[in-house]
């Protein structure tokens, strides 16, 4: 079955009273498809350019560029119980939360669904509408230019299919999801997914991510957090992307070897599209600052590269989760990443990533083997 076969009807919605009365007969107890298409080229954030729903065989097309969101799903998405089924959904998220800042009140993402049916780890949508629902889905538009206006009809039929299926695809993972027991675990990861995207400020802890600075003094790695923190917060502000202010190697540079001059740090910055003098004024009496005890205490050690002990650790670990990981018919990635092993062994700390349900399947598996 080709996706031309299954093209249904989907008003094109530019005006706030359509949107509105389209929205109207969805109740508490509904479950509605949501997709987006968005732009992400010169910006921090996800420019949306389009919207799509589907409820009770229904489907629509909202033109955001022309409708004003601000409080328009609120009532309906947010408020109520309704079930917002959609596919691997972080950057949609991401894309809606100025209108949707918590996200949907109950996220159904059909990916993890997907995972914890057996179905493996990060499947695509079109392979998951071909194997449940038996269409073929047309990839012609994955990178089109989504803000242009006029859409073509071509656009409009593409991005229609992208909800469509989503319904019947929702009906068969739920009932998978439940004969395996599984749903409370799918509800706990899909609340997750949500939580990560309503960050308001991103990382807490974003130095983790440099393995590089992992041999650092605390105080260093303290600096690097906090001049991290002032490139998210910076970047958010003005809505550029992160490296535009500054580049994973230059935070890395100037945290590492402090400029003595802002003449130094402008040298050493050159070339950085978005850092104008006010944000290098700013970023060099940052990294003058002395760093406090307050924020060194504030600040997660760096995981290095496990060596040793801890690298058997983690071996073993690994062995432990591929094995439990085939007797409950998981993908070992959804049950464990490698990056929550080594935090564990390398800190002793039971990771957040790993609480929930993943925290009565593991922690005594896994505190077994700690150096």
Not at 216 to 225: C, S, T
Not at 312 to 321: K, L, Q
Not at 351 to 360: F, I, K, Q, V
Request: net charge negative; glycine share 6%.
């Amino acid at each position: 079955m080709t996706s031309s076969e299954l093209a249904p009807d989907a008003p094109w919605i530019d005006r706030r009273e359509a949107l509105d009365a389209w929205i109207a007969p969805i109740g508490p107890a509904a479950v509605v498809g949501l997709d987006t298409e968005f732009m992400r080229r010169n910006t921090f954030y996800p420019q949306l350019a389009l919207l799509q729903l589907a409820h009770d065989g229904r489907y629509a097309l909202i033109d955001p560029l022309a409708v004003p969101l601000a409080d328009a799903l609120a009532p309906t998405f947010a408020a109520q119980p309704v079930v917002t089924v959609m596919h691997s959904a972080g950057e949609d998220l991401e894309a809606m939360s100025p209108f949707l800042p918590d996200g949907p009140h109950t996220l159904f993402d059909t990916q993890i669904a997907a995972a914890f049916v057996g179905m493996g780890l990060g499947i695509s949508y079109r392979a998951l509408v071909a194997e449940l629902v038996g269409a073929e889905l047309d990839k012609g538009e994955t990178r089109s230019d989504w803000l242009q206006r006029p859409l073509t009809e071509s656009q409009k039929l593409y991005a229609t299919l992208d909800v469509v299926h989503l319904h019947p695809v929702h009906a068969i993972l739920a009932e998978r999801l439940t004969e395996r027991g599984r749903a409370g675990w799918h509800a706990e990861d899909c609340a997750r997914m949500k939580r990560r995207a309503s960050q308001r400020e991103g990382d807490p802890q974003p130095q983790r991510g440099f393995k590089a600075a992992s041999e650092w003094p605390a105080e260093k790695q303290a600096l690097l957090r906090r001049v991290l923190r002032w490139r998210e917060t910076t970047a958010r502000e003005l809505d550029k992307p992160r490296s535009w202010l500054l580049e994973d190697v230059q935070a890395l540079d100037l945290a590492g070897n402090i400029p003595g001059t802002q003449a130094n740090l402008d040298e050493r910055t050159r070339g950085t599209r978005a850092l104008r003098s006010a944000q290098r004024q700013e970023l060099f009496e940052l990294l003058q600052r002395p760093v406090e005890n307050d924020e060194v205490a504030a600040t997660a050690p760096v995981v290095g590269h496990p060596m040793g002990e801890a690298k058997r650790a983690i071996n073993e670990m690994r062995s432990a989760i591929d094995t439990l990981a085939t007797q409950l018919d998981l993908p070992p990635g959804l049950l464990c990443a490698r990056r929550s092993m080594e935090e564990f062994v390398m800190t002793g700390a039971w990771p957040e990533a790993l609480e929930g349900w993943r925290r009565e399947v593991l922690f005594e598996r896994l505190s077994a083997f700690l150096p």
